[in-house]
């Protein structure tokens, strides 16, 4: 849901509304609370939610007591993320020297924590928690005590209006990466399904770890949220011209993304593809494992490929995700059975691609340039005044 920070900040930049950076940071912060807050039953009652899906009581109970530890991690997110997209539209390399700092702590603390106070598992979470709030607080600190003047200049009661109009942006952004995330777990939960279940998961598992990686590079990543990414990078820099009225320079923008992004793809195809017989030994050494990945080798690269022009493509529209991914998709790859990850790379993200990138050929001209423009005087209107 922060994720549309990354749009509404760089509008609001190019727009020359600097001060409205810090009243969408407000606004954010706002709205992921409340989100965080409904999301808490999920947290209290993990234990019995897994066991009703059929996970082992051991299983089911420790991830409970993580979950509980987890809550202020949960808490934590509403602000880090949403500060971390209010500076790409600023000093990304802040973002970056913090997050270095917080590392060198958490490398302690977990050390800590974990090996010389024997707290095992709860001895991790607890010290995910203090370096998550580390950063939040670090972040914070810079934007807010001199580092961003411009855009920052206190809190506002403006945050609290058109708080409804930010939720339904922030939810599509939201809904739009769940939906897209959750696309190759259920590839792995299938296999699940298959004769060699276990064989096949193994391999597939291996493949989605290697993609997984190479998707850190144009789409900053889940485990790595370095700011200076290609696709966080491009919606600040298509947002920055569209905010300022410059249909052809988003445009233009968008284009030396895909191609500097589809180069990098190529780069790790070709890699992959020279050290078909290695590459998994970082995994396994199970010579049966082996032999299934090198047979899907190709559709690693091909999905690898695809996926480093997709995601700088990627427009805020779920439903262009919901019906290539689950409408198209995976019924394909059901049906195709063994060959299900094919199924759901032609049916879904080979489908995607091309109806992103003729939206996204469409969309950048002087008529969204000026659709942009409008948005950010909607959201920059102050509150009404009472009249007594």
Known sequence: MASALETLCGQAYGAKKHHMLGIYMQRSWIVITLCCILLLPMYIFATPILKALGQPDDVAELSGVVALWFIPLQFSFAFQFTIQRFLQSLKTAVIAWISLAVLAIHTAISW???????????????????SWWLLVVGLFKYAACGGCPETWSGFSIQAFSGLWEFFKLSAAAGVMLCLENWYYRILILMAGYLQNSTLTVDALSICMNINSWEMVIPLRGEQNRTANRTKSRTEVRVANELGAGRGKAAKFAAV????????????????????????????SSNFDVLKVVKKISYLLTLTILLNSVQPVLSVKVAYINLGCY????VPLGILMGMGLWAGM??????????????????????????????????????????QS
């Open 345 to 386: 790379i032609f049916g879904g993200t080979a489908l995607q691609t091309i109806l992103l990138a003729f939206i996204a050929y469409r969309s950048y001209g002087e008529k969204e340039a000026s659709k942009a423009r409008m948005h950010v005087e909607k959201l920059s209107e102050p509150p009404p005044v009472s």
């Open 112 to 130: 800590l924590f974990v090996y010389k106070l024997n707290l095992g598992i709860v001895g991790a979470a607890v010290a995910l928690d203090i």
């Open 326 to 329: 689950y409408l198209v998709g």
């Open 256 to 283: 030396i993304s895909v191609i500097y992004s589809t180069m990098i793809g190529l780069v790790f195809c070709i890699l992959i593809m020279i050290d078909q017989d290695k590459f998994a030994l970082f995994f």
